[in-house]
């Protein structure tokens, strides 16, 4: 079965207006993928080290993959990524809507952004055809007055925006990349990147229909994800990824108070199953998606929050609610319509709030510094003051606008014991007191502390059809998920590499992963796509190739193995609560992350070159020196 | 699907004549799933380190696979192992024929034997009961009257035996066991470790049918390779393995005068066409297999060779043929014969005679050492003549019976340089300066040198439909034989880790790899065999878990990364033929030794502990000292 998979890639130069299209062969394809993978092969083969990520040289990349815009239910993503200006390393985020599928529709699959442009300026892609405009008057404005600016001065509704609010214009490092509204290439501040490039907005409309190798297969196995993944995903479906809330409070996993505690009291004000209750309007979905994790949610008074905007993820509500210790559902929503606003990733902004507010409270910040605001855990209305300053950089924003790590330093007296990050970016919302195998995933991961390229402990704990799943690969047993054992590393890399060949391909976790898909039927899917003879064998090893590069080009630009290290705080244990007595261990910690560079072929934290040249890139050996 | 695939392992102590049966849960069967990994794992868990290999202690290992008798072509196929007496170190070696298949049927996946009988027994399985008997009247035996006997005593023509010749009982170092008379068991000297045993035979009878967990996806499966493999295996059912002389003879690659030469000007007369041309009868085949590529041949004079025995193999003929210097298909035929009838695997048996050839031809040998036989190269009745005598340990055959690393050591004077073996084992019928993938996996294999745990680089390089099913691996482009880069090595350990997973399940490469089945449809075979969820990427692990045991069992051994070494011959380039200046160059095949290390997890030739880990077998770790 050979098809022929190729594609276009559209490369924008904003310091001199120039565009090209570029195809690569097919093999270029089957060994980088899209998404991730096409990011670390051209951070790496195009960004010397060195170069600052807001440098006009900083390559910002939209990727799709070979799944993005395929009509089943899990295709509906995308990846940006760049230099980070948060972690100085690999930035790479994905985001769902459906911004990604039209992009490919438009006829391509990779934007590659260099360069400056000397006023703000957005590029518009219509069926093959792209062109730079100017984007002056739309500087300033939110995510939803600049979509409909864009899609009123097109003249086309259907027209698909990926852009930066205020957020991204002021540079602040963890600002995101918003389209559709309520869907956020979130995290490692590519958003900071395309503020720095002048570059307001990417908008897509495409009319092409993907060509696909085997079109009945392809709809045999959307016929199944469409039947089964909502019924897999029942609680996701009905109550958002907020589902979670209620269990992992139960369980000492639920973020509280900048990570000081692990469960909520205000736990059932804030739950999937409050939202419902309350404030929800609707279900949303990313492209073709039968699952519907996504929330709409209106709230009129005190405030009005706009369902335009959507509604708050689990992130979201942990980062702005329990963890600033919020137990207001209005306030949170409205924090999530602010963020999505403004264009800021809610997970570190309300990490960085929350570490305010601990040093509010240890008065390392004073009202002095805060402009009066009352900044203690709790307080819902300073935090959405708070949110809108960091958006603007303004007062204690411009501070916060730096992220925890820097922000901490400025700070000093002792401050940095509050700001948890790894490599510079802010910890997401899974304890890693508890979850320890995400734990080492947040220290080794690429992109600093990230839920994205590694795995929750606690899904392959409990969900059965997962537990069947991973027998696939041939993990037979479950493990607890405060367990840091030789079969925990295995387990976590495993999940690790099919999570980075899922952010290559691009796909949706949630569908694919906890949908119960499989990784067999989405081999059969890549295979149905492309027409490429393919594997869960191969699937992996593009997943490794991937986590490689990104690998090597951190090495490149300067980090060590000393940076995959992991906040102070989680070492010690929880004084309170379910989990109370448990932390990581240092030493198990310690010896985990060896066997991590052991099994991945890292010696010392580096790929070795015969690790290298078995992914097919030891072409990528000599560029590890930074 | 779940389906409960577990099955039952009869262990035997020939000193105490005691026996008990084993029923290991499922999950040991996924972990090491029989064939090689069940053998490494016995191997390992069982036998100390520094018990010689004709020591009681030692094990001899009769293992089936989850394949093994399975109505689909290809897995009719066991494997038998134990410490080799050749190499001190891990001994495996599979065989086709009916025996297998028999085996599963009578109720057993494996054989576990251990001790030895104070006077010759032969064990006979009969449908879930095992019973020890006399063999004292069949000690002597060839093979053909000792599986007459056993039949005609037992009263079963259908029973199926699995025995020693001569050979075995003269514990000659390279004795194969033999099965249905055509096939062997053959390398590292599992017949020696039989005969040291006191064990004559292992005869079975089954009426059981094999449990399928989807029978009708078998039968799919089964309907596919009945009607494709033949096809994809044109060549091979018309003309039998033999096919490739020719082909070989033209790239240099045939075998000849002891490697001194790398084709041969009596080609023409043995090849595959020559065979079907003068004296095959007919084609058979193994258990369920519709390829056929077994040969019967017949000869009536100058001397009779008895079509029972089947017909000779490729490798028996370069071997025993050109490897000799012999360009008589009849000659060859005969001393296919017997080494059926002694039980003497025909690759070292052809390797020792040529050795002693080349010997003589320089005089470290004389007609005083032969019993006054002229042994120079193409002297077939010379030949014919050692065969027996090595079979017999008689004159110069007693020393030879020794293999050609301790016989050369005896006869000195430079003699090392003729005798090409790698950690005691002889060089098979493949020219590691042509074929020098295959070259670096003599060097690295556990069993010494051998081509059933490596690959051959020039099936890859020439055959179509393996490059289209190599991409399922993610190898995208053919690489030339004599290569040696990085990709060279990662093709190699990718196929090797294959052919590991081959010898576990217990499946025949040639249906199965060069048969078209395909990657993906082998792991679909072993699903609808067994029910387990399970993926390429999963066998692919369960391959290199046996790779690892092995390795394991070879450092308790005794044996270092310095025996994963290479005949100086293979350094040296022909000086004519095809190949002319062609060799192993010796610092690339050094380096490729190291990168092979290096992909495989193996910093300095052994296995970290990581590795282990990642593959579920940390607990080997401790057993790696000698």
């Known amino acids: 079965m050979t098809h022929g998979y190729t594609g276009q890639i559209l490369r924008v130069d904003l310091t001199s207006g120039r565009m090209v299209t570029e195809e690569p062969p097919e093999n270029f394809y089957r060994q980088y993928f899209g998404g991730e993978g096409f990011i670390g092969y051209f951070l790496l083969t195009e960004l010397p080290s060195g170069v600052e990520a807001l440098d006009p040289q900083n390559r910002l990349i939209f990727a799709a993959g070979p799944l993005t815009g395929v009509p089943v239910g899990g295709c509906g993503r995308h990846s940006i990524g760049g230099k980070s200006p948060l972690t100085g390393g690999f930035g790479e ?82 600002a995101c990349v918003a389209n559709d509204l309520d869907a956020f290439a979130g995290r490692t501040g590519m958003g900071a990147v395309m503020g720095s490039k002048n570059l307001k907005a990417v908008a897509c409309r495409g009319h092409q229909r993907l060509s696909l190798a085997d079109p009945p297969a392809v709809a045999a196995i959307a016929r199944w994800v469409r039947n089964n993944t909502p019924l897999a995903n029942k609680a996701m479906r009905e109550l958002g990824t907020a589902n ?63 369902p335009r905007y959507g ?112 490599k510079g970016q802010e910890i997401p919302m899974h304890e890693p007191r508890w979850k320890q195998g995400m734990g080492i995933g947040y220290a080794v991961s690429p992109t600093g502390a990230d839920h994205c390229h590694n795995m929750h402990d606690s899904a392959f704990t409990h969900l059965g059809p997962d537990l069947e799943d991973m027998k696939t690969l041939g993990i037979l047993e ?10 925990k590393v295995r387990l976590l890399i495993y999940r690790s590499l099919w999570m980075h060949f899922l952010n290559c391909a691009v796909g949706c976790y949630f569908v694919m992963v906890y949908g119960g898909v499989g990784f067999q039927r989405i081999a059969d899917l890549v295979r ?15 997943g490794e190739r991937a986590a490689n590069l990104a690998r090597v080009f951190n090495l490149r630009q300067g980090l060590t193995p000393q940076d995959d290290n992991m906040p102070q705080r989680f070492f010690i244990p929880h004084t309170s609560g379910p989990i109370q007595g448990v932390a990581l261990d240092y030493e198990a910690f310690q010896k985990a992350k060896e066997i991590y560079y052991d099994m991945m072929g890292w010696p010392s934290g580096k790929p070795s070159v015969g690790k290298l040249g078995e992914l097919g890139i030891d072409w990528a050996a000599p560029l590890m020196e930074a």
Chains 1, 2 share one sequence.
């Open 478 to 487: 479950p493990l607890p998920a405060n367990d840091l054992s030789l079969a």
């Open 528 to 542: 149905s796509v492309t027409g490429w003879n393919t594997s869960v064998f191969d699937l992996m090893k593009v």
């Open 93 to 174: 985020t994905e985001a769902g809507g459906y911004w990604g599928a039209e992009l490919k529709q438009a006829g391509f699959d990779a934007i590659i952004v260099e360069g400056r442009a000397e006023e703000p300026v957005y590029l518009f892609i219509q069926d093959g055809q792209a062109q730079l405009r100017d984007a002056r008057h739309l500087w300033g404005m939110k995510t939803l007055e600049c979509q409909n600016a864009i899609r009123e001065e097109l003249g086309d509704h259907g027209i698909k925006v990926a852009q930066i609010g205020p957020a991204g214009e002021n540079l602040v490092r963890f």
């Open 311 to 422: 509604g708050p993820e689990y992130e979201t509500i942990a980062a702005l609610g329990s963890n600033c210790g919020i137990d207001d559902l209005k306030v949170i929503a409205k924090a999530n319509e602010l963020t999505a606003a403004y264009g800021l990733d809610s997970i570190s902004c309300g990490a960085a709030i929350a570490f305010a507010m601990e040093c509010f409270e240890h008065g390392l910040l004073t009202p002095r510094d805060t402009g009066g605001l009352d900044l203690r855990f709790g307080n819902g209305l300073a935090m959405l003051e708070m949110v809108q300053r960091i958006g603007l950089r303004q007062g204690l924003g411009t501070l916060l606008a730096e992220g925890v790590a820097r922000a901490a330093r400025k700070i000093g007296h002792g401050a940095e014991e509050f700001a948890l990050h790894i």
């Open 244 to 306: 979670v809330i209620r269990g992992l409070n139960r369980h000492g996993g639920l973020p509280t108070c900048n990570f000081q505690m692990g469960s909520f009291d205000g736990v059932d004000k804030i739950s999937g199953q409050a939202m419902r209750d309350t404030i929800l309007v609707r279900r949303r979905s990313c492209y073709a998606c039968p699952v519907q994790c996504k929330r709409e949610v209106k709230v009129d008074e005190p405030f009005t929050v706009d």
